[in-house]
């Protein structure tokens, strides 16, 4: 994003709070434009759509008397510019609309089926993190190294491996023949309506509840395609934390600590490590909207009831209330992350000043 | 299982497979029914608005009707249900149906006349999509209080013209027929929509269950309905779980992980054969697998050219490969089991005959866009014409997308050919009559987009006025017989190519009994089931 | 470097062309692009892997070319009683799909289509993008402004998700998948090049230009345009291991290529029917995709290695 960059010079000349006060109203009124762009995108996507919304509600039976009056009630009469701005005073309002398939409010379907990617995006992340750091920085300090070489196969295979297919072909095996995972969606049916719903992902819910067994079941479920999102998160990871350590491990003052004779493990964890950490938060952030949005497929073969899913069928569907809601969701969770490591970089990065 | 024998064949998985076995099958609560079905078309479960098949499902357990069927004897036809019995008047326009004493909602209201009257009213009165099914007997928004009424215990119902009582009693037990708790319901209303929103997601009715919960495409719920009249049924619990893939249905069968699998394809119920535990039924339903051309094409209007497209399917060749088990061949657009119904099909995969006819005709090799919905059974068939229909000369372009991309081309009349299937609404020869061989106005403006007829443009060559002499007419074997005579000269000059019969293959643990999907003429039943 | 060995040797009529590669003193400036050009070839060509990525690629050239003398069978020819036939069955060293279609030729006629979707993506997003981004970048001010936005908002958008929308809206098809896919690619095209443009613009040597008359349009297309392209070489090379899996991943939804055409992600979904009794149908396509989009990745890594040392290995 573009967001953090500067123009002009004039401003320097104000006072520090001042600044700071310019630079998030700055920052606002282009989330704003954003995500009006965004909206505006994706209504008139859904205007010029081939699939008929009006057909979505009445189906193939329908007599056109009852066509035409759907077709008035859902206000398709009324100019396109002028939906849109009914669209967005309610939008504004917090209401996303109703959907046209499932006869309920959007905003009451995103919070269903929103903590469902969440929860699979978040272990997919930290599965990804936990062997990509490692992987990364290993590769950078034995750099040419057979384990250089494996990090760079492994991750080069992740980036050019279909994820569906992936998906697909660990399905088969590790629950069709080995049965080592729970096969798709979130839970088995036993296990359904076990515990209560709190935050709305399972893992975390059945914690709360003490319930083991559901955890259990939830976590054979969840592995499979959070190790597969994992994988993909994993290898861009490990090859930015790669090339990050490269970057500092070259730098003159850790040529210094060596020289001073400071023990290796010092040196790369506490010195170069330390110094990549804020660029890794942020690679990590945009690691995990990519995941978010990524895992449309992913969550098709799992039958994952997830957002990704959630967009898709609707999509598919023509339910343009459900795609403009869970679009503007992920569009604004992309852009606030994106804000979210600017700020980070102006916080901590002495570079960025 | 076999599947695991069949994999480790190859030599590539061999190595992944290893030796560890597929641990045994788990098992769901013995008075719990658990079914993986595709749910992803339920878009509402007011009975006034739902018309999909899963719809339907969720319908015929939680509502009753005037008359309804018994899973246990579909053969029987219509049976009383809340109506105890009901008298014709001697000009036939007026039924009276006397309603049974005692009988109460889920919610503890006594079933009365006047819920049953309100319940019909408010459906005419909605005007939603299914509600043709009762309009087309003189019923309006504006007249519907007078047509439909009560009278103490009774509810009387009055045509604008005389029709068979079987037909207007077969509509009543179509899901738009289901009777509504009036009170509960009108609690709900919201500006005006006699509770509509709130049915959408909500039930109010007398049927052996009452709906717990439906989460779209995830799960529909039903409890059973403590005030039921019948017999307490063995399942206290349904759960239907949306599962879209067949594979995943028959792993999570073989697993036991449910107890019925209702989508299963050809392959995976091949691979299920013999799996022990498992039982796999097949259950002819209703629904017409069929090709039309658009009769606003120069070529294809030609009668030559209607009669060569139908020889140039591989109906056998399709029938025992990729439909194997699921697809009977038919050729007649009234499904095998319904009244008036023929098992004639004379045609056969003919290409000489078929070049013979386009020569005929005087058209050479020409090209035309086939509209086909998004789903795999559907784009083999397309594919398998698209290469047979090569072989006459006949290029088809696929055009593929979802229903509802297709459906609004196909009702706009935009497309040269249409591969698709039609389900009947509700258990009367004139369900499917009425739609292709019925079009009273062929003109664009007509705008009659709900008969498949008009759709291909066609005018019905003089089938439109037989249709309507069959449908008033009243004696059964008369009826029946006008039936066969419009199959027979629909099958010599219609645009439609009828292919086949659907054949539902259920896959189920072999302790689950009594599971009646509801043959051609109605839904699935729970109440029956034990296991 | 390699330079150094071979110029010692700079008499040997055997090494004439080459030896005019390695000079150190380049003669003109076409002379002196093909010196930088062989010597990253060289070090191109010492990277194994990047070798490997581009013989199966040349590979992947050649059997699209040859398709029709190599392929054992006709792609589309059904033969509903041999359907689902194994790997390595009579005269189907692939197996056949449930129409009985040849598995290795269904493959062997996909390559054509992924290699149609590939470069036409590949002359489609870079080029929007040097357009927006150039125009931007010269322009500046409002033009800027307003262009940058635009480019802000296709960034935010999930790219698979605007990817189907738009091939929802504009119908299913393989074009219409190329330009969904180009509308989701061009915005980091569009960036690179600003980002150049502003380095380039106030260089002396457009100023030079500038005050020898020429016009925006003739600065931006001659002298801003060429000196871009590079840059977006390599970016374009890195991207189209993610433009083969976005464009099977569409054709896997189903709304990418149409059938009967063997598009390799339509096969996946094809094959995802039978998977637990005839594997094969959905794995080999699987592998095709993994191939192919592997090659573009080592011979991108190998590319990066050559162009920009700090990431190298």
């Known amino acids: 994003m573009a967001l953090a960059e500067s123009r002009g010079t004039g401003r320097h000349r104000l006072p520090r709070f001042q600044r700071i006060l310019l630079k998030i109203a700055k920052t606002l009124v282009s989330v704003a434009i954003t995500m009006l762009g965004l909206m505006f995108v994706t209504f008139i996507i859904g205007r010029v759509m081939p699939v008929d919304p009006v057909l979505a509600v009445v189906g193939e039976r329908a007599t056109n008397e009852v066509y035409e009056q759907v077709y008035r009630e859902m206000g398709l009469d009324r100019p396109v510019l002028v939906q849109f701005g009914y669209y967005l005073r309610d939008v504004l309002h917090g209401d996303f609309g109703m959907s046209l398939l499932n006869a309920r409010p959007v905003s009451e379907d995103i919070r269903r089926v929103f903590p469902a990617t969440f929860e699979l995006a978040t272990l997919g992340t930290l599965i990804g993190v936990l062997i990509g750091v490692p992987l990364g920085v290993m590769a950078a300090v034995r750099r040419g190294s057979w384990i250089d070489q494996i990090a760079r196969v492994v991750a080069l295979v992740g980036y050019s491996m279909p994820i569906f297919w992936l998906g697909l072909m660990g399905l088969l095996i590790f629950y069709g023949i080995l049965g080592w995972v729970g096969g798709p969606g979130r839970l088995d049916i036993a296990y359904e309506y076990m515990v209560e719903t709190r935050t709305g992902m399972i893992l975390v819910d059945s914690l709360l509840a003490g319930n083991w067994d559901v955890f259990r079941n939830a976590f054979s479920h969840i592995i499979l395609p959070a190790s597969i999102l994992g994988y993909y998160s994993m290898a861009y990871i490990s090859r930015m934390t790669r090339s990050f350590m490269l970057e500092q491990l070259s730098a003159e003052y850790i040529i210094t600590a060596r020289v001073k004779g400071l023990p290796e493990r010092r040196v790369i964890w506490k010195h170069a490590f330390g110094n990549i950490r804020v660029q890794l938060i942020t690679v990590i952030a945009l690691s995990f909207a990519n995941l978010l949005e990524g895992a449309v497929l992913t969550e098709t073969i799992f039958a994952w009831p997830g957002l990704g899913s959630y967009i898709t069928t609707a999509l598919l569907s023509a339910d343009m209330n459900a795609v403009l809601g869970g679009t503007v969701v992920v569009g604004l969770i992309f852009v606030l992350l994106n804000i979210f490591s600017d700020l980070l970089y102006q916080i901590f990065d002495p570079r960025a000043k | ?531 | 470097m390699n330079r150094q060995d071979i110029s010692r040797n700079p008499d040997d009529p055997r090494l004439g062309f080459r030896a005019w590669l390695l000079t150190d003193t380049p003669s003109s400036r076409l002379h002196a692009r093909c010196v930088a050009f062989y010597a990253g070839w060289l070090k191109l060509r010492s990277n194994t892997m990047a070798m490997v990525g581009l013989g199966i690629l040349i590979l992947l050239v050649l059997v699209a070319a040859f398709a029709p003398w190599l392929a054992p069978h006709d792609p589309l020819a059904q033969n509903l009683a041999g359907r689902l036939q194994p790997p390595l069955s009579e005269s189907h060293l692939l197996g056949t799909d449930s129409l009985g279609r040849d598995i290795l030729s269904r493959l062997i006629y996909g390559s054509r289509i992924t290699l149609y979707i590939v470069a036409l993506v590949a002359l489609i997003a870079p080029i929007a993008g040097l357009l927006v981004g150039t125009i931007a970048g010269y322009a500046g001010g409002i033009v800027d402004a307003i262009l940058m936005r635009i480019t802000d908002i296709f960034l935010a958008f999930p790219r698979l998700v605007l990817a189907l929308a738009f091939v929802a809206a504009l119908g299913a098809g393989i074009e219409n998948a190329v330009l969904a896919i180009s509308i989701t690619a061009w915005p980091p095209y569009a960036r690179l090049a600003r980002a150049e443009t502003l380095t380039i613009r106030n260089s002396d040597y457009i100023s030079a230009i500038r005050l020898q008359g020429a016009g925006p349009i003739r600065i931006i297309t001659r002298h801003i345009w060429p000196l871009c392209t590079s840059s977006l070489i390599v970016r374009v090379t890195l991207d189209m291991a993610g433009v083969i899996l976005a464009a099977a991943g569409l054709g896997f939804l189903g709304l990418g290529a149409q059938p009967p055409s063997p598009e390799w992600g339509a096969m996946i979904a094809e094959g995802r029917r039978f998977i637990l009794d005839s594997w094969w149908v959905a794995t080999m396509p699987g592998l095709a995709i993994f191939t192919v989009s592997l090659a573009f990745n080592l011979l991108g890594d190998g590319l990066r290695d050559v162009l920009d040392p700090k990431e190298g290995g």
């Open chain 2, 1 to 531: 299982m076999s599947f695991l024998k069949n994999i480790t064949t190859a030599a590539a998985m061999a190595l992944m497979v290893g030796l560890v076995p597929a641990p045994g099958t788990a098992e769901t609560p013995t008075d719990v029914l658990v079914i993986a079905n595709r749910i992803d078309d339920i878009t509402t479960l007011d009975p006034a608005e739902s018309f999909e098949f899963a719809g339907s499902d969720v319908s015929r357990n939680i509502y009753s009707k005037l008359v309804n069927f018994d899973p246990m004897n579909l053969d029987a036809g219509y049976q009383p249900e809340l109506a105890a019995s009901w008298d014709v008047s001697e000009d036939g326009k007026t039924i009276t149906f006397t309603m049974k004493e005692g009988l109460k909602f889920a919610s503890g209201n006594p079933i009365r006349a006047e819920d049953a009257a309100w319940s019909l009213q408010r459906a005419v009165k909605l005007n939603k999509t299914p509600s043709f099914i009762l309009t087309q007997f003189g019923f309006t928004p504006e007249n519907v209080e007078q047509m439909i009424r009560a009278d103490g215990n009774k509810v009387i119902i009055t045509t604008d013209k005389q029709y068979a009582t079987s037909f207007v009693l077969n509509c009543l037990t179509a899901t738009i027929g289901g009777i509504l708790d009036k009170e509960v319901v009108m609690q709900h209303e919201v500006d005006g929509d006699m509770g509509n929103a709130w049915l959408k997601t909500n039930s109010a009715g007398s049927g052996p269950y009452k709906l717990v919960t439906w989460k779209p495409n995830e799960t529909v719920v039903l409890e059973t309905n403590p005030n039921w009249w019948g017999p307490e049924p063995a399942m206290k619990r349904v759960i239907v779980r949306h599962v879209a893939e067949s594979a995943t249905q028959r792993l999570l069968l073989e697993r036991g992980d449910i107890d019925v699998a209702r989508n299963l394809n050809p392959q995976d119920v091949a691979g299920l054969e013999g799996a022990p535990g498992i039982a796999i039924d097949s259950e002819l339903r209703g629904r017409i697998m069929y090709i039309a051309v658009n009769q606003k094409h120069p070529i294809l209007s030609k009668p030559e050219v209607r009669q060569a497209i139908k020889y140039l399917i591989d109906y056998q060749g399709m029938q025992d490969s990729f439909l194997k088990g699921q697809y009977v061949i038919h050729q007649n657009f009234l499904p095998a089991t319904y009244l008036g119904a023929v098992d004639e099909n004379p045609f056969s995969l003919d290409i000489e005959k078929a070049k013979e006819l386009l020569a005929q005709a005087g058209v050479g090799p020409f090209e035309i866009e086939a509209g086909v919905r998004e789903a795999q059974e559907r784009l083999e068939i397309a594919q398998s014409l698209q290469n047979t229909f090569a072989q006459a000369g006949i290029t088809l372009k696929l055009t593929v997308g979802t229903g509802k991309q297709i459906l609004g081309r196909y009702r706009a009349r935009d497309l040269d050919m249409y591969i698709g299937a039609w389900g009947p609404d509700y258990p009367d020869p004139h369900t499917n009559a009425g739609t292709f061989a019925y079009n009273p106005d062929n003109r664009d403006e007509a705008k009659l987009t709900g008969l498949l007829a008009w759709r291909n443009a066609w005018d019905t060559d003089g089938l439109t006025p037989k249709v309507e002499a069959a449908v008033i007419e009243k004696d059964r074997d008369l009826r029946a017989q006008m039936y066969r005579d419009i199959q027979a000269e629909f099958r010599a000059k219609s645009p439609f190519g009828i292919m086949f019969q659907r054949i539902e293959q259920t896959g189920r643990r072999d302790n689950v009994q009594n599971l009646s999907l509801g043959g051609a003429i109605t839904a699935v039943s729970y109440w029956p089931v034990t296991k």
